[in-house]
């Protein structure tokens, strides 16, 4: 079956724009995740969407960034007026559920550049 | 701050060698994770591990959940090339299911 997309692979904007990326997980699944990755660094939790509760937003980096799911599947993340430090991979994942020991299946990531 | 710390951050050996890398934390966790990462990829599912002092066993690698689920470790019989990635750990620690990953650390595995 299909695995998690991401949409697009790669991204290169101009500061001060704004960028949507897009995510469309594993069908069936209820949990969703953003992620933020450096080069060569670890994984920097952004959001987590779980069912029809309302998302954690704990790890969004600042106001610029939102995020939504719409019916429950796919997900846009939001950028606004882009900085050079938002450079990175943003990577979505989605689980069958977000209990204690769900699997994430992660998408490719985009890439995106800020020039 | 890391919840979890990796270490090392970087190690390579020659096809052939063992290594072993540790993923470790104050906090308690209810679960905690292994992934592969290569470039250019997301990451990929190695192993759960879910009861204080489990050991688990995928082909050449070996991972081991510490007796009070603060710390991990993944160990690599025999490396090979294709053994080559990040490997990143990661750990849930509420009923929430949110995971909490680690910097990860990179393995080169030479012919």
């Known amino acids: 079956g299909a695995g998690v997309s991401q949409s697009p692979s790669n991204k290169v904007t101009e500061k001060g724009k704004d960028v949507e990326l897009r995510c469309d997980p594993i069908?069936?699944?209820?949990?969703l995740y953003w992620y933020r990755q450096s080069l060569g660094q670890g994984l920097e939790f952004l959001i987590y969407?779980?069912?029809?509760?309302?998302?954690?937003k704990s790890g969004l980096p600042s106001d610029r960034f939102s995020a939504e799911r719409t019916g429950g599947s796919v997900s846009t993340l939001t950028i606004q007026r882009t900085q050079q430090e938002d450079s990175a991979v943003y990577l979505c994942?989605?689980?069958?559920?977000?209990?204690?020991?769900?699997?994430?299946?992660f998408g490719p990531g985009t890439r995106l550049t800020v020039t | 701050t890391q919840l979890l710390e990796q270490s090392p951050q970087f190690l390579s050996i020659q096809e052939g060698e063992n290594l072993t890398v540790y993923c470790n934390s104050s906090?308690?966790?209810?679960?905690l994770q292994w992934y592969r990462q290569e470039p250019g990829e997301g990451p990929v599912l190695l192993v759960t591990?879910?009861?204080?002092?489990e050991v688990k066993k995928l082909k050449r690698l070996t991972f081991q959940f510490g007796d009070a689920r603060k710390d991990s470790s993944l160990h690599i019989t025999a490396a090979q090339p294709g053994d080559t990635g990040l490997y990143l750990c990661?750990?849930?620690?509420?009923?929430?299911?949110?995971?909490?990953f680690g910097a990860g650390t990179q393995v080169v595995v030479t012919p």
């Open positions: 994942a989605s689980s069958l559920a977000g209990t204690q020991i769900g699997e994430q299946y």
């Open positions: 069908s069936g699944h209820t949990a």
């Open positions: 969407f779980q069912g029809n509760s309302a998302p954690d």
């Open positions: 906090s308690v966790f209810s679960s």
């Open positions: 591990v879910v009861t204080g002092g």
């Open positions: 990661a750990g849930v620690t509420d009923s929430w299911g949110k995971f909490q």
